[in-house]
């Protein structure tokens, strides 16, 4: 559906995309993500026609970006991160607005009610967009994205400023539009990209550099395995077993929670499976193990992995007190 194939972009000396390649298949939801300056804005840029590249091919459902930029256009629904609402203008004002300007040939009230329909805004179709809530009016906006059924969506940070009721919301509305289009999703919100999306595009200095299944990723890029396990024993033995584990890497006393049992953190070479050796070698000792967990990787750790400098990332990762990227 969308296939970019060593795409560069120089402004002057600044080389803002060097030799990027990637498809999205139809109906995937992709994240695109990395962190400010990384040339995201210049891909998205170019692929919805806006920009020109300085070499390289840009498709979009078969039609070539660079040569035909109008039909390109025609295929991509764009939410920029500041919705581009005329806030005098009623909903139904305005979506009959950019239905003309757009110049869409689809029969414009039964196209206009299905959209309504699909981003539920029906029951503000007649208020005045000035006052509806942020929420409301991102539906609006991506109400106007869908106008001329494009068949690739692209959201720009859609679920910036929302409050949570209404970001899972615009998420789940998200997930529903990748059934019958393909999305493009640009944002810095991790967790977002792991909640809705079926692939991680990551780019960092005009470079991609990983580009995974969201459920692959992590054992794609992530170093080690984590545990987490509970045990009742003494502190020090049960820290001097587990590290002595063939490929547990290291082990972190996490402290008590309750009066006998002591929770450690145990992490692994890569690829490594350790549950039965450490639940086995925990039983050799005539301790009790009463709990073990898999850790879930986190997606901020990968990102911080492959964005920055091995030095960078763990400084940042002992600052960091939580919160998004
Ligand atoms: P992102 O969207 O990931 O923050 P951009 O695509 O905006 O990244 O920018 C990529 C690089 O290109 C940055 O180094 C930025 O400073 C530079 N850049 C972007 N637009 C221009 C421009 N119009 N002129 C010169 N440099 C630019």
Request: proline share 4%; with cysteine; glycine share 8%.
């Amino acid at each position: 559906m969308i296939k970019i194939q060593n795409l560069v972009k120089n402004y002057g000396s600044i080389e803002a995309v060097k030799n990027i390649s990637f498809t999205v298949e139809e109906g995937e939801i992709v994240g695109f993500l990395g962190p400010n300056g990384a040339g995201k804005s210049t891909v998205m840029n170019i692929l919805t026609g806006y920009l020109s590249s300085t070499s390289g091919e840009v498709e979009v459902n078969g039609v070539n970006v660079l040569e035909n930029p109008l039909d390109a256009k025609r295929q991509i629904g764009y939410l920029p991160e500041q919705p581009p609402l005329y806030p005098d203008m009623t909903v139904k004002e305005y979506l009959g607005f950019v239905f003309d300007l757009k110049g869409c040939k689809l029969p414009k009230k039964e196209h206009l009610a299905e959209i309504c329909e699909v981003v539920k805004i029906k029951d503000v179709y007649n208020r005045v967009i000035r006052n509806l809530s942020k929420g409301y009016r991102q539906r609006v906006g991506i109400a106007q994205a869908l106008i001329g059924n494009p068949k690739v969506v692209i959201f720009d940070e859609p679920t910036v400023g929302l409050d949570p009721k209404q970001i899972i919301e615009i998420r789940s509305l998200i997930r529903e539009l990748g059934r019958h289009h393909t999305v493009i999703l640009s944002t810095h919100i991790l967790p977002e990209v792991q909640a809705v999306c079926d692939r991680i595009v990551i780019i960092n200095r005009g470079r991609i550099v990983a580009n995974e299944k969201t459920t692959e990723i992590s054992r794609a890029v992530q170093g080690a395995g984590k545990m987490s396990v509970k045990i009742c024993g003494p502190e020090k033995d049960v820290y001097s077993a587990l590290r002595a584990i063939p490929g547990v890497q290291s082990v972190t006393v996490l402290g008590a929670q309750d009066a006998d049992s002591i929770t450690y953190y145990v992490e692994s070479e890569r690829g490594l499976d350790i549950r039965k050796v450490l639940f086995r070698t925990v039983a050799q000792k005539g301790w009790t193990m009463i709990g073990m967990e898999a850790m879930g990787v986190n997606l901020e750790d990968i990102f911080l992995s492959v964005v920055e400098d091995p030095a960078d990332a763990t400084a940042k990762k002992k600052n960091r007190k939580g919160g998004n990227v």
